[in-house]
């Protein structure tokens, strides 16, 4: 029989209703979520290189990018549209996929194409004969694995801020900042900046509201009725906006390295981390330079090697401070961290020989002079190199360069727009600069991210109204923290994870990793991927032994007869330490 024309009628209504906001309106927001996105080859200049099994999956159907239409404003689709990057390597076993599990690296401002891959690629190399490389697999057959450079960064549509205007030189030394025309140079830089992303059109819509239902729109294009999601550092504070203003819509949550969605970003991002990467120091890498006084020759007690960094030149604390805070993210760096202050002491040598730094060649040749470590001539050659070729034009570039033009690049506006829209700063003065005397008596050497970062206290643009966490107080995420993450630490995590009844936490004391899953052990990483596959850990907290540091420890072995967890660990490892040397956000 055919239909009645009421018939057909009373069929399309579900269509019309579905393309129309309340009370029959159109919705302006069904364009973008029933586009088609047109998956093609990936550019390979954001695979980095490849293992075998993934470049085999390069050219396959399975790993695809596109790119994919937001509204600029989520409130005004009339605005005109911007375009988001992803990248999807698609479920190996379709019928056992569970749907797309989106990672974000962090930031705010990092790119999610490149970093989240080199992850992917140490999966893909699993060993099947072993139970934790098998479940590894598992991950790669039973979801999609996506990745996405965020509104403002990377692929997508990028925010970038300059001016003309010349940056002032800004004394970030211990000894020298708290002045009145040191201040006067900050305050000015700070508001220059803020003027200059003011002026891009596109800066009030880099916020994580927009960021969170970009990810939505996402969710839904690939087809999915809840969003899975590991986001480390600012992935989690994304996360965790998402998980409140979407809570129905939450599958598996991994948060990694945990900011406090109850805090705001300029309390998490600079005010808590000066003093965490201060205890970092004292209780974790000066004690462990003391145990190995032979191997890194700072002093053979905890205090011998405070005193070591105290007594170098203010100048050079400056820069000393700025390096060390960046080799604080990773364990496996700990050596490292600790041979620039080695090189450090031969730059501040050097600087008696030519007072201001200002001679290269001079330099060079005072450089070459100064005895690193008498006892191993390899370590003392590297540890020059490190002084010329890293200490030293950080030197420059603080305390010699001239001042260039005020341009904030992609990452840098994005984290900039991101952490100025989403929540308040300080705008007074008076009460700035009283906090930053505060965390400067805290953390001498950490502090200068408070006048390198001033721009939100000249804001101009309205802050985004951010979503109620209660809403995901019943959601089951799980949440994965070490004890001296310098970066996200531990006072946040401890306290967002106290208003999560239903949240479940891995955590490492002892470890100042951030970023901790994959952890390379049998605690974290069976913990983590089996959350993913859809077990939840009975206990509300779980406690992972830490991995000693690198002098300290022992070879873990796999049990007799057992395969490691991957086929290649060394390359492994390499891939995983590239990914978490990508966590390191840009402030």
Known sequence: MRPSIAQLALAALPLALAACGGGGTPDPLQPYRTQAVQWTECDPGILGQPSGAMNALRVSPRLRCAQVRAPIDWKNPARGDLSLAVMRLAAGQPKARRGALFFNPGGPGLDGLPVTFRLWDAFADSHPGNPQGAQQLRLLDEYDLVGFSPRGTGASTQLQCGTNEPERPVDFSPAGWDTPFNLANVHYNGRKAAEACARNPLTPHITTDATARDLDLLRGLLGDERLHYVGYSYGTWLGAWYASLFPERVGRMVLDGVIDFGSTLE?????????????????????????????????????????????????????????????????????????????????????????????????????????????????????????????????????????????????????????????????????????????????????????????????????????????????????????????????????????????????????????????????????????????????????????????????????????????????????????????????
Not at 296 to 320: I, K, M, Y
Request: glycine share 6%; proline share 9%; with cysteine.
């Open 267 to 587: 309390q998490a991002l600079l005010h808590a981390q000066p003093p965490a990467r201060q205890r970092l120091f004292d209780e974790v890498l000066a004690p462990y330079a003391a145990r190995h006084a032979d191997d890194f020759h700072l002093g053979t007690s905890v205090d011998a090697v405070r005193a070591a960094v105290q007594a170098l030149s203010p100048e050079v604390q400056a820069v000393l401070g700025e390096t060390l805070s960046g080799f604080g993210y990773q364990r496996l760096q700990a050596n490292a961290y600790l041979e620039r202050i080695t090189a450090a002491q031969g730059l501040d040598a050097a600087r008696g020989e030519v007072p201001g730094l200002d001679a290269p060649d001079a330099v060079r040749a005072a450089l070459g002079r100064h005895v690193f470590d008498p006892a191993v001539p390899e370590r003392d050659a590297a540890l020059r190199r490190v002084a010329w070729e890293e200490l030293y034009p950080a030197y420059t570039h603080t305390w010699l360069a001239p001042g260039k033009s005020i341009f904030l690049d992609s990452p840098m506006a994005t984290g900039t727009a991101i952490r100025c829209n989403d929540t308040p700063a300080i705008t007074g003065l008076a009460d700035w600069t009283a906090a930053v005397r505060r965390v400067a008596r805290q953390a001498p050497l950490h502090f200068g991210g408070l006048l390198a970062h001033h721009a939100c206290a000249f804001w101009s643009l309205p802050i985004a109204a951010r979503p109620d966490a209660a809403a995901m107080r019943q959601l089951p995420v799980l949440l994965v923290q070490s004890q001296y993450d310098s970066a996200t630490p531990a006072e946040g995590a401890d306290a967002f994870f106290a208003r999560l009844p239903a949240a479940r936490r891995v955590h490492v004391p002892g470890d100042f990793q951030h970023g901790v899953y994959p952890y390379g052990d049998d605690c974290v990483d069976p913990l983590v991927t089996g959350y993913l596959l859809g077990e939840t850990p009975a206990p509300r907290d779980t406690a992972c032994t830490a991995h000693p540091l690198a002098l300290d420890q022992a070879l873990r072995k796999s049990a007799d007869g057992e395969p490691p967890v991957y086929r290649d660990p060394q390359r492994a490892e390499a891939l995983i330490d590239a990914f978490k040397q990508g966590l390191a956000p840009r402030l």
